[in-house]
């Protein structure tokens, strides 16, 4: 089969069924929604916080976004495990590597439009509520701001995927991936001695990107927090690609 056609029958997996199909959507309301709640009621009594960031709390519901979107990841590679389908694709396309990289790239482009529309809706209704309290777009650290948060979504998509792809099961998948992205940052980070290791978690190190004022404990500037991210992302989709490549399905 050619790459077109590879990518077209993975669209057309995943617009085949309706939990995956709006995911997406749903990560992107509750990204724009959950911020705009947020900025909307409390965010003038917070602007008087010493580390008050206006675009960081903007982005506050990306906490619970972000579980919808590994949910999304976890559902486009382990339904074909799940149902046994798995076996009808690679023989239909042998190539092992064209089948998973067409599949992650299918995903994440999705993740792609969906973060962006997020990213971008929930910067201009957050600082727009803030009123005199928020920040425009083109001051210091907006833009990388923005652009970080569309990212986290296609990022956060491509390691779960390649995650679920490692361990070959949507229960074991989940039953990984959220209380490790969702339960062990915050935990850490209240930890005295284990403090320093939550910063280079996916979660913790994306999430930092969208700062526009750096915090005095973090150990790097936020533009390296959405690098962190990339390499966890690159690291699970290999890991993801030795999976494949040398086990049966």
Same mark, same amino acid.
């Given at each position: 089969?050619?790459?077109?056609?590879?990518?077209?029958?993975?669209?057309?997996?995943?617009?085949?069924?309706?939990?995956?199909?709006?995911?997406?959507?749903?990560?992107?309301?509750?990204?724009?929604? &959950?911020?705009?709640?947020?900025?909307?009621?409390?965010?003038?009594?917070?602007?008087?916080?010493?580390?008050?960031?206006?675009?960081?709390?903007?982005?506050?519901?990306?906490?619970?976004?972000?579980?919808?979107?590994?949910?999304?990841?976890?559902?486009?590679?382990?339904?074909?495990?799940?149902?046994?389908?798995?076996?009808?694709?690679?023989?239909?396309?042998?190539?092992?590597?064209?089948?998973?990289? %067409?599949?992650?790239?299918?995903?994440?482009?999705?993740?792609?439009? %969906?973060?962006?529309?997020?990213?971008?809706?929930?910067?201009?209704?957050?600082?727009?509520?803030?009123?005199?309290?928020?920040?425009?777009?083109?001051?210091?650290?907006?833009?990388?701001?923005?652009?970080?948060?569309?990212?986290?979504?296609?990022?956060?998509?491509?390691?779960?995927?390649?995650?679920?792809?490692?361990?070959?099961?949507?229960?074991?998948?989940?039953?990984?991936?959220?209380?490790?992205?969702?339960?062990?940052?915050?935990?850490?980070?209240?930890?005295?001695?284990?403090?320093?290791?939550?910063?280079?978690?996916?979660?913790?190190?994306?999430?930092?990107?969208?700062?526009?004022?750096?915090?005095?404990?973090?150990?790097?500037?936020?533009?390296?927090?959405?690098?962190?991210?990339?390499?966890?992302? &690159?690291?699970?989709?290999?890991?993801?690609?030795?999976?494949?490549?040398?086990?049966?399905?």
């Amino acid at each position: 089969m050619s790459v077109n056609a590879v990518l077209y029958s993975e669209w057309t997996k995943i617009r085949s069924v309706r939990s995956v199909l709006w995911a997406l959507p749903l990560a992107a309301a509750l990204l724009i929604g &959950i911020g705009a709640g947020v900025t909307g009621s409390v965010g003038a009594a917070e602007s008087d916080a010493k580390n008050f960031d206006p675009v960081q709390l903007g982005y506050y519901g990306l906490f619970f976004a972000h579980v919808v979107v590994i949910a999304f990841a976890v559902l486009v590679v382990g339904n074909e495990y799940n149902t046994g389908t798995i076996r009808t694709s690679l023989a239909t396309v042998p190539r092992r590597g064209l089948f998973y990289s %067409a599949k992650l790239t299918t995903a994440a482009a999705l993740a792609l439009v %969906a973060g962006v529309v997020a990213s971008f809706g929930t910067f201009f209704a957050s600082q727009n509520l803030l009123g005199e309290h928020g920040v425009a777009f083109g001051d210091d650290g907006t833009v990388r701001a923005v652009i970080a948060g569309a990212l986290y979504f296609p990022l956060l998509a491509v390691m779960c995927m390649g995650i679920t792809a490692m361990l070959r099961s949507q229960m074991l998948s989940m039953g990984f991936l959220v209380p490790v992205l969702f339960l062990v940052s915050p935990v850490l980070a209240e930890i005295p001695g284990l403090r320093a290791l939550a910063w280079y978690l996916p979660d913790r190190a994306g999430q930092y990107a969208l700062r526009i004022n750096m915090d005095p404990a973090a150990p790097y500037n936020p533009e390296v927090g959405l690098v962190i991210l990339a390499v966890w992302a &690159i690291a699970a989709a290999v890991g993801g690609w030795l999976v494949l490549r040398k086990r049966d399905a």
